[in-house]
């Protein structure tokens, strides 16, 4: 890399809209870059430090001339750059920093599971008015925000990450000591004696530990591999007394011993997708215990008394395990903060009932995340179970049960309408998902104001609301997915909670922060508009279709004259639809309003007919199953256009800047069309020719 190249790369790392903020610095910059040997990598982690530092020329030469650039006992691949990033860290991040080496070569590191870990091992210091859980996640996306750890592009929010492998590399050396990653029979008991920290990554089907002829195993993290169903040998439990965190992940294990309960020191038990059909009681002696996973345990169907027990316990994770016996008490844990599965039952009063009565959430003040399925089944309750004493409380899960073909009786429809009416969450709730309600309306402190710091918000086979919430201004929204709404129709603008004299106004604000938006499963959604259909701006994206493109420009112009301050969509980046086979067009206005769009993917529209006039939309376009669709045009930013089983597409034209085009197998007759169109107009404007390429699209 050159050292132009090298430098533009580095201050734009540092967020740095413009060159000419450090062009005083250019000089020490490119010294800096001549020290990383153009690699990206290391750049782009040393520009994480310079932004911690003032932009002064005393700064960045105190950076430049630091020891830790030349120290010799490192290998050369982590020598410089990498070791410095490591280096300029607070104490804080560097143990966790470390601690992700647990992780095998290529891993996939889940956020909530690492930041669980950093509690358990005691990284996390307390702080006034923040809960363990909270600190852990800001520290997580500090290691990010350094470029240290590497979110993969597939999730939202950065929930999922990787390292690099010279980043897990210098973690690794840094931890050669203390972690060992492999098959531990393999290690001598001389060795195995200073680990604190195993993951077990082995090709046999049992892990079995070493004999160490005088001391004690001193492990304080025991991993096991996501990859293979291994056996565990019963002297586990024994033999690691001072395990902090036990996680036997997918591992084949059947039952519990009684002897779990002498692992004293023990923070975290993690026997998700397990195979075991029951715990022991003695589990209740584990005092410490702060977070047991228990998730896709599917033998697994009732729960101990011992779980009251558990006075220092922060997470109870039970999705996806058909528990149907529950013991009461539940309210006693205090410090609970986190309740995933939460089965709902009437209550009576036995000590062991089918599922937790709603009145038992009322104790737990530092709740934070919050699942509570089989919803159909709850008593009565009052307006305060969720927002009196829930400080804390972030992420919010509504399920019902999932419903048979036959439909549920007037009275339950009604009582479900009520409850959720009576569940209202704290004002700062940032996510909320609401899975197979079966009212036919939703409450209505969703259709207000009332959740001002909501960040995401999904609905999920909602089948019998036939529409939906009035949600456009929530104006901290930036994640909205509406799934398997079957029942829905038409969206209009009553979506976007804007009158129309509002919309003519400078205060027409509608989504403001809203960066992705999904629709899918809606095989009833007809019609899509921003106005209403009397207004002069109402005109379709079908009849546009169908009368011709003057008219498109037409529909635009009326919009921008009508409604010429209006801000709808402002920030929307990526928006999502599949699925929607009776959906004939996009709103006209959506080029003209949605000024930030980068990615549309459309998959399962069979009726749509044009995709055209979206003048912001830049980095792709995908298309697939749309069977109807006979025009894609006027999309003048589009680099990236792939089109797959679209036997009807005629006409595609006026992408004066797209640079591919990938194609499905069947798209090579009905493209001969227009793919020598786009050929000469990219020939003639950028002197080459357009890559053209063949086209899987998921699914088939």
């Known amino acids: 890399m050159s050292d132009d190249v090298g430098w533009e790369l580095l201050w734009k790392s540092m967020n740095i809209s413009e060159e000419k903020e450090l062009q005083n610095l250019r000089d020490i910059g490119i010294q800096i870059v001549r020290k990383c040997y153009g690699l990206p990598l290391a750049i782009k982690v040393i520009a994480r430090v310079l932004a911690s530092k003032d932009k002064s020329e005393k700064e960045w030469k105190k950076i430049l001339n630091k020891n830790s650039w030349s120290l010799r006992n490192l290998p050369d691949e982590i020598r410089g750059a990498l070791y410095l990033s490591y280096d300029e860290l607070p104490q804080h991040l560097k143990q966790c920093f470390i601690y992700c080496a647990v992780y095998p070569e290529d891993s996939t590191i889940n956020r909530d599971d690492i930041t669980r870990m950093w509690v358990a091992e ?56 203390e972690c060992f990653v492999g098959d531990p029979e393999s290690q001598g008991g001389n060795t195995m004696c200073k680990v604190r920290r195993v993951s077990v990554v082995t090709g046999k089907d049992m892990v079995v530990l070493p004999n160490i002829d005088k001391e004690e195993y001193k492990v304080r993290t025991y991993k096991s591999s996501y990859d293979k169903r291994l056996k565990v040998d019963n002297s586990l439990f024994r033999r690691l007394k001072y395990l902090r965190v036990l996680d036997l992940t997918k591992s084949y294990v059947q039952s519990i011993l009684d002897c779990i309960g002498d692992l004293i020191h023990l923070r975290l038990l993690d026997l998700d997708h397990t ?52 013991p009461k008490g539940i309210g006693e844990l205090k410090f609970l903060n986190d309740l995933e599965g939460f089965p709902i039952g009437g209550g009576n009063d036995n000590a062991k009932i089918h599922g937790w009565n709603l009145e038992e959430l009322r104790p737990l003040s530092q709740l934070r995340k919050l699942q509570m399925i089989r919803l159909e089944k709850a008593a009565p309750c009052g307006k305060d179970i969720l927002r009196t004493n829930k400080n804390y409380l972030k992420v919010l899960r509504l399920w019902c049960s999932e419903q048979s073909n036959i439909p549920y009786l007037e009275e339950k429809v009604i009582d479900i309408e009520n409850l959720f009416e009576k569940l209202i969450p704290p004002c700062k709730l940032e996510d909320l998902v609401i899975m197979r309600f079966f009212g036919r309306k939703y409450p209505t402190w969703l259709d207000t104001t009332y959740l001002r710091s909501l960040e995401y918000l999904t609905l999920r086979h909602c089948k019998s609301c036939v529409s939906l919430p009035t949600v456009g201004q929530l104006h901290n929204l930036k994640y909205l997915r509406i799934e398997g709404a079957t029942s829905v129709t038409k969206i209009g603008p009553e979506f976007l ?178 793919v020598p169109g786009l050929q000469r107009l990219h020939e003639q404007d950028h002197g080459d020719y357009l890559d053209v390429y063949t086209w899987q699209p998921y699914g088939g």
């Open 122 to 177: 005691g990284f996390i210091d307390e702080q006034e008015h923040q809960l363990l859980e909270d600190i852990a996640v800001e520290y997580y996306y500090e290691l990010i925000d350094q470029n240290l750890l590497q979110p993969t592009g597939a999730y939202y929010d950065h929930v999922r990450c990787k390292m690099h492998d010279l980043l897990r590399q210098l973690a690794c050396h840094l931890s050669r000591e």
């Open 275 to 326: 195979d075991i059909s029951c715990l022991p009681e003695s589990l209740g002696s584990l005092k410490n215990l702060q977070i047991l996973n228990l998730q896709w345990c599917v033998a697994l169907r009732s729960l101990p008394l011992a779980i009251t027990k558990l006075c220092s316990l922060r997470r109870l994770g039970i999705d996806g395990t058909p528990i149907n016996e529950v």
């Open 497 to 674: 909670g804007c009158s129309m004299d509002n919309l003519r106004t400078t205060e027409a604000v509608a989504f403001s922060r809203l960066e992705l938006l999904t629709f899918t499963d809606m095989p009833n959604w007809e019609e899509w508009s921003f106005v209403e259909e009397g207004d002069g701006a109402a005109q379709t994206a079908e009849a546009v279709a169908n009368e011709g493109e003057t008219n498109a420009a037409a529909a635009g112009s009326k919009w921008e004259a009508a409604f010429p301050s209006s801000q709808l969509l402002p920030r929307l980046k990526k928006f999502h639809l599949r699925n929607c086979p009776k959906l004939s067009a996009l709103p006209p206005q959506l080029g003209q309003v949605a000024t930030s769009l980068k990615v549309l993917t459309i998959d399962g529209a069979q009726c749509l007919k044009v995709v055209e006039d979206l003048t912001f939309l830049s980095d792709l376009l995908s298309i697939s199953r749309c069977k109807g669709l006979k025009r894609v045009s006027k999309l003048p930013r589009l680099r990236d256009l792939r089109v797959a089983r679209c036997p009807n597409l005629r006409c595609v034209e006026e992408l004066g800047c797209l640079q591919q085009l990938w194609l499905g197998v069947d798209m090579q007759n009905t493209s001969s069309g227009w």
